[in-house]
């Protein structure tokens, strides 16, 4: 979803067209879910098997063959500047050769690497931020604040606003009177959504208001999970992440969102560990301990401490108009009281926001490929093969 985002921001501007297709002076491809769009699905070499899984393309003959084929794509050719998305360090080696400038959107994520994967994808964006036409972005202040802790790389902010979405959904439950509740993709607190589902349905408050509220996994249908959002009075997100696409997509079709606090998201780590509350923690823990200082931190949880810094860069905690709870009596007693009046102001307010934030974001991408096209006038010609262009990193 990240990587529509971007494909929709940059076919807003002029002259702009995105993921190879009539490519004008930028092209983007993205690599997303372990699978490969538009542009790199095109390659044979990762077509035949190696499903654009690029996590395998580690070795440098195979990274060779990916590059020479890559260079003969007109999207690639043509292009002035390249922008990757979501790269992992394979992925970010298979451009590495070119002259062209590059904008990497999210240069390192947390969630995909163990120990040894995260060295060298460190090692990849270090030797690539020597050059001065690379530009780094984050996605949110926790992953900018993860990769300046890292590398020391300051990276231009770039918050995904879900305008793929906006256009098409707005928000129409103000007259529901369902509420649904759960995380949206990974449903690692099912013990504590499940308690919370029933405090609020046995808070009389609630039961007065004649209010429902159900868990996502039963209420919705995954393939038309925007469309049956929409309708329905509000959602109660329980984060999973430090940054989720459905969160940004729902905050801009304006659906009423609820959130646990930070020190009731903290409450369930004592009980269930943090990777219960991020899923991050538990696939690549190690490689937090360079920003905690706390002596409990082990290879299975992040300390609290640690949390605590950590768990308010969430983007939950990053936009106006979402509403906090304490307590599973503090949310019951706020979704009997959240009336009609109220949520269509909350909606439209958030919908106001989040149209705000996708101009600031087409002027910031003006900006930065402006820079990008700058650059790319003293880049000279591109390398004619993969050993060629890996020597401006010897």
């Known amino acids: ?3 529509e985002n971007v494909v929709a921001l940059l076919g807003g501007l002029r002259n702009v067209t995105v993921n190879g297709f009539d490519c004008g002076p930028y092209c983007a491809f993205a690599k997303t879910n372990m699978h490969c769009t538009d542009t790199m699905a095109q390659l044979p070499s990762l077509q035949h098997g190696h499903a654009c899984v690029l996590h395998s393309i580690s070795s440098v003959a195979l990274r060779r063959q ?3 084929e890559l ?4 999207a690639f050719r043509l292009a002035d500047v390249i922008v990757t998305v979501f790269p992992v360090a394979t992925t970010l080696e298979l451009v590495m050769p070119t002259r062209k400038p590059i904008i990497v959107l999210q240069a390192i994520m947390f969630d995909t690497f163990m120990d040894t994967q995260f060295e060298r994808a460190k090692s990849v964006v270090l ?3 020597r050059r001065n036409d690379v530009f780094f972005c984050s996605l949110s202040l926790a992953y900018a604040e993860f990769l300046r802790a890292h590398t020391g790389i300051e990276s231009m902010l770039m918050p995904p606003t879900g305008v793929h979405v906006v256009e098409r959904y707005s928000y129409a439950g103000t007259t529901s009177r369902r509420w649904l509740l759960g995380p949206i993709k990974y449903n690692t607190l099912v013990v504590e959504n499940v308690a919370l589902l029933a405090c609020v349905r046995q808070r009389p408050d609630f039961v007065a208001s004649h209010h429902t509220i159900e868990l996502m ?7 038309s999970l925007l469309e049956d959002l929409r309708y329905f009075a509000g959602v109660v997100y329980v984060p999973y992440s430090w940054q989720a696409a459905t969160f940004v997509e729902l905050y801009g079709m304006g659906v009423p969102l609820f959130v646990p606090s930070i020190d009731l998201l903290l409450s369930w780590t004592r009980v269930h560990g943090s990777a219960a509350v991020l899923r991050e923690t538990f696939i690549a823990p190690s490689s937090w301990r360079p920003l905690d200082n706390a ?5 299975t949880s992040m300390s609290e401490q640690m949390m605590r810094r950590w768990l308010p860069l969430m983007d939950s905690f990053q936009v106006p108009f979402v509403t906090v709870f304490d307590s599973c009596d503090d949310l019951a007693t706020q979704l009997a009281s959240f009336d009609e009046q109220r949520r269509r102001h909350v909606s439209e307010s958030m919908r106001a926001f989040s149209t705000a934030r996708i101009h600031a974001q087409v002027a910031a991408w003006r900006v930065l490929l402006a820079r990008a096209m700058y650059a790319r006038q003293t880049s000279g010609g591109d390398a004619s093969t993969f050993d060629e262009g890996m020597k401006q990193y010897e």
């Open 295 to 299: 002596s409990n931190t082990t290879t």
């Open 71 to 74: 260079s003969r794509l007109d």
């Open 217 to 223: 996994s039963t209420a919705v249908r995954t393939s």
């Open 1 to 3: 979803m990240i990587a």
């Open 127 to 129: 030797r690539s931020a």
């Open 66 to 68: 990916v590059w020479t």
